[in-house]
T-cell receptor, first 109, second 115 residues
């Protein structure tokens, strides 16, 4: 069953700008994860934030988590054309890691 | 050698064919997964193998048959598929099984087209 839902569905920005994607989920979680997928390829894990964390950084990525609102955001700073991809949030429901439909990010030079 | 390898990367088959997708992981993990990714839909978990236990999504049709001969190899046997089964099939692995709540390691996927 789908747990996370990303917003917006699509985002187009220019190189150097920041990109922000949001995720909402429905039930309580241990952690929330973000993945990236280049067109037609596999998913690559970006970052995991635990339910007792509010913010986490990894390079140009910044993830926030608000468990009271059941929402998370992924910020990519100083975007590059190579950041063009789909981004998914994911949460566990039982044994299953469930993904949303993703945000498609296009970064133009 | 990448951590999770899927073959073939592309497969075209007719509805009466029988084919198999293969996944191999070189990470020493104990659990493997099959996901289906269709256009405009969220990823759908099809099967999980943890050590020798299998968990399946009850909505997966019986024309999909998984096989996990050991912790490093996972197959998805396909027979009498329908055009709506055309999708990207993704294999993933994790260090431990059903109680695991960390990251999954994905292969590059097998793009299946059913004519």
């Amino acid at each position: 069953s789908q747990q996370g839902e990303e917003d917006p569905q699509a985002l187009s920005i220019q190189e150097g700008e920041n990109a922000t994607m949001n995720c909402s989920y429905k039930t309580s979680i241990n952690n929330l994860q973000w993945y990236r997928q280049n067109s037609g390829r596999g998913l690559v894990h970006l970052i995991l934030i635990r339910s007792n964390e509010r913010e986490k950084h990894s390079g140009r990525l910044r993830v926030t988590l608000d468990t009271s609102k059941k929402s998370s955001s992924l910020l990519i700073t100083a975007s590059r054309a190579a950041d063009t991809a789909s981004y998914f949030c994911a949460t566990y429901s039982g044994y299953a890691l469930n993904f949303g439909k993703g945000t498609s990010l296009l970064v133009t030079p | 050698e990448t951590g999770v390898t899927q073959t073939p990367r592309h497969l075209v088959m007719g509805m009466t064919n029988k084919k198999s997708l293969k996944c191999e992981q070189h990470l020493g993990h104990n659990a493997m997964y099959w996901y289906k990714q269709s256009a405009k839909k969220p990823l759908e978990l099809m099967f999980v193998y943890s050590l020798e236990e299998r968990v399946e999504n009850n909505s997966v049709p019986s024309r999909f048959s998984p096989e996990c001969p050991n912790s490093s190899h996972l197959f998805l046997h396909l027979h009498t598929l329908q055009p709506e089964d055309s999708a990207l099939y993704l294999c993933a692995s994790s260090p431990t099984g059903l109680a695991f709540t960390g990251e999954l390691f994905f292969g590059e996927g097998s793009r299946l087209t059913v004519l």
